[in-house]
């Protein structure tokens, strides 16, 4: 694809020129079919782009509206949540988790609070049992079998990334505190920033289709695996073509199956980045996303400085400041919040990339936006 035949919607201030070029860069030959990228400043949209395709054949157009799932990138939108009923009141981060959901007691797991569980640390990360892609979209079975489970490791000893299991236990939480699913709740709580899990049929018709590398699958996440990476990444596999399917969009996985557009991630970062905005209090999201526990994560194999269900920067992947916070997801996407610049980026796209961390499509993007912001305010 040229620059001329380039499909392309932009709104993009003239300091942030480097993105924009780095956007079409994606897009002509940096692996990109259709993506979108926007960048909010002090509470200002000042990048918007879309462009591309919304399918491999090329034959529709990625436009302003458009919504691609960001599979682990809805883990950032769960926190959010889960930081707003906190906010209200309704939860607390103190709180033992069996406190609003009795049977999770069993199997010695009385004392996980709720700040362990978001922080990956409740040895609850994949299941014991053989498991399908169907029984996935069972939440009310896959809360009993969690409820019911022995952890891998003793809870608040380490991390181990819960890929899809923390979806389920972050919606069995809210559903025990408020009587509605964690997707009701951002529904009606987040509509403003163009977010849902999974997808109504009316708005399934703006969803992207996703398309991947070929073979490529869950397990492809890390290598040489031990029985708990098995666990969590192989039981069952995951096919990075599932969003493309009615089952998936039907379920809600607020793990996994989130539908966003780059803007509305922006926008909602922005927000957390200017001290909580008008979601929550200061001081509420500056404990939401403080580190509760770092080092190796046992499932990803990586330093993992994980907040209650925010991952904090790290390796330089959300820039130079390391207060930074947000979530990236399987294949590309990525949102984050910098409060030191005050800053919200979000980034979208179809095509799924095999790079762990580091996708340069996302280091591009983010490489551009603080250079067109400059260093003075690194730390």
Partial sequence: MTLDTLQLGAFCAAQFEAVEMAFRANLTDGGDIGAAFALVCDGELVVDLWGGYCDEDRTAEWTHDT??????????????????????????????????????AAAGKADITVSMMLSHQAGLAGF??????????????????????????????????????MGHLANELVMRATGQSLGQFAERELARFDYSVGLTPPRSRRAATMSAPDQLGSTDIATDLSAL?????????????????????????????????????????????????????????????????????????????????????????????????????????????????????????????????????????VDAAYRSLGDAHAI
């Fill in 229 to 365: 990476q098995l666990a969590v990444l192989a039981n069952p596999v995951l096919d990075p073509l599932l969003p493309n399917t009615s089952a998936w969009r039907a379920a809600e996985l607020p793990s996994a199956n989130g539908f966003a557009t780059a803007r509305g991630l922006a926008q909602l970062y922005g927000e957390l980045a200017m001290e909580g905005g008008s979601l929550m209090r200061r001081e509420t999201i500056e404990r939401a996303s403080a580190v509760e526990k770092s080092g190796m994560d046992a499932v990803l194999g990586i330093d993992a400085p994980w907040a209650c269900g925010f991952l904090r920067n790290t390796q330089g992947i959300y820039g130079p400041n390391m207060s930074a916070f947000g979530h990236s997801g399987w294949g590309g996407s990525f949102a984050f919040a910098d409060p030191a610049r005050k800053i919200g980026m979000g980034y979208v796209m179809n095509h799924m990339g095999t790079d762990l961390m580091g996708d340069p499509r996302g280091v591009a993007l």
């Fill in 67 to 104: 919504v691609a799932n960001v599979w682990s990138t809805s883990k950032g939108v769960t926190a959010t949540c889960i930081a707003m009923l906190v906010d209200r009141g309704t939860l607390s981060y103190e709180q033992r988790v069996a406190h609003y959901w009795p049977e999770f």
């Fill in 128 to 165: 014991r049992d053989p498991m399908g892609i169907a029984d996935l979209y069972d939440q009310e079975g896959v809360s009993r079998r969690l409820a019911a489970m022995e952890p891998w490791w003793e809870p608040g000893s380490q991390s181990g990334y819960h890929a899809i299991t």
